[in-house]
């Protein structure tokens, strides 16, 4: 009998493990060894009005140049009551760093609009945070970077001004010994999934840039219009797929869950957010100026050509 079982524990088929959870990174396109670094990506937007450079940016990252430090995730932990009161664990994926176009030598932070955000992360299989999100990301943030905000006025959305502040937070990162792929936070306000989507459409939600003592510079706000993008925004995205006690779920489904919303979001169950992407995401028509009308549209975008 001892021989039997033996022999048929040598010869069952051996399992295979699961992945654990955040291993399998984000669904990004291979960068071409012909891709342009961070700076030539400057060069090429400058110039560019602000629908040109939305349309390029989105084009770079989409074919994949993106640097290899972002396409790995991070593992975020949440934990507190479930279902009937139970403790439970939920870990979100999240990048390391907000979306860049480049290589891990040469970088460019790129703030995008809500529509390009929420495109790009849907073809990556990811989604954006909550404000909850947000906070606990920046609380267990390996590299905490300092705030550090531009003078105000109309050049906030200017190229010039987005690689000037791309320059002055990949500075810090070297004097601080930052390690690329480390979960980071403090450089960037994100922008956000929230309940005022629905409330104010036609609107982007903002959030964050935390100091040192952990509050945000930036408290939660849909002032402005759904193209707006200046220096001080960026995308940090989150796998669509979260863990529940190490069991895979979608988030969205997490998000609209009366038992479980509250671990990831402070503004309650988020039932509709599906329905809050759709609401974020433009026709690409609209960036090209072909008479876009109603509360999503983007003509004051296209008319503005500052630098």
Request: hydrophobic share 40%.
């Amino acid at each position: 009998m001892r021989l039997a079982l033996l022999l048929a524990a040598l010869w069952a088929p051996t399992a295979v493990p699961a992945s654990p959870p955040c291993a399998d990174g984000l669904s990004i396109p291979a960068r071409l060894a012909s891709a342009r670094g961070g700076d030539a990506v400057r060069r090429l937007l400058r110039g560019m009005s602000r629908a040109e450079r939305e349309l390029a940016i989105r084009a770079e990252v989409l074919s994949g140049n993106v640097p290899r430090f972002l396409r790995r995730l991070v593992p975020v932990v949440l934990s507190g009551p479930g279902v009937g009161g139970q403790p439970v664990e939920v870990t979100v994926c999240v990048s390391p760093d907000y979306l860049a176009v480049g290589s891990d030598r040469d970088f460019f932070l790129v703030p995008v609009a809500l529509g390009t955000a929420l495109d790009v992360a849907r073809r990556f299989g990811s989604v954006l945070p909550t404000r909850k999100l947000v906070d606990a990301i920046y609380a267990q943030a390996a590299v905490r970077l300092r705030p550090q905000p531009l003078a105000p006025g109309k050049e906030m959305r200017s190229t010039a001004y987005y690689w000037r502040h791309n320059e002055l937070v990949r500075r810090q990162r070297r004097e601080g010994g930052a390690r690329l792929g480390a979960l980071t936070a403090g450089d960037k306000k994100d922008l956000v999934l929230s309940r005022r989507l629905a409330e104010r459409p036609g609107r982007v939600a903002i959030y964050g840039w935390h100091r040192r003592e952990g509050d945000p510079i930036q408290p939660l706000s849909t002032a402005h219009d759904l193209g707006y993008a200046d220096y001080s925004h960026g995308v940090r995205l989150v796998s669509a797929i979260a863990y529940v006690d190490g069991v895979p779920r979608t988030l969205l489904d997490l998000l609209a869950d009366p038992d479980l919303s509250g671990l990831l979001s402070d503004e309650g169950p988020l039932p509709n957010g599906a329905e809050l992407l759709r609401l974020g995401s433009p026709p690409l028509s609209f960036f090209m100026g072909s008479g876009a009308t109603g509360p999503l549209a983007w003509s004051f975008v296209l008319s503005d050509r500052s630098r």
